[in-house]
């Protein structure tokens, strides 16, 4: 059974912008906490921001001030705008609970001239 599905990864140019998505079940959208996750090839997965039910955030040193997660509790939804990309940031990014439960695909994000 399919609970999160993301979406928004693409191709973008340096300093560029991107959306993305996460659809994810009512169940655990509203037990959970919700968090973006990245994995860079050859380097573990990392957390990149989290947001709680209640609505408040943490984010990875490496995107404050770049990157914002939110919620939207009426559609089960939970976004990642992402500013000001960097090539560093090029990774598949991940949808998940905190603590995450099974992975899915994920999406690519890829920041290059």
């Known amino acids: 059974q399919v609970q999160l599905v993301e979406s928004g990864g693409g191709l973008v140019q340096p300093g560029g912008s991107l959306r993305l998505s996460c659809a994810a079940s009512?169940?655990?959208?509203?037990?959970?906490?919700m968090a973006w996750y990245r994995q860079s090839p050859g380097k573990q997965r990392e957390l990149v921001a989290e947001?709680?039910?209640?609505?408040?955030?943490l984010y990875a040193d490496s995107v404050k001030g770049r990157l914002t997660i939110s919620r939207d509790n009426t559609k089960n939804t939970v976004y990642l705008q992402m500013n000001s990309l960097k090539p560093d940031d090029t990774a598949v990014y991940y949808c998940?609970?905190?603590?995450?439960?099974?992975w899915g695909q994920g999406t690519q994000v890829t920041v290059s001239s």
């Open positions: 009512e169940r655990l959208f509203r037990i959970y906490n």
């Open positions: 998940n609970t905190r603590p995450p439960r099974p």
């Open positions: 947001i709680t039910t209640g609505g408040s955030t």
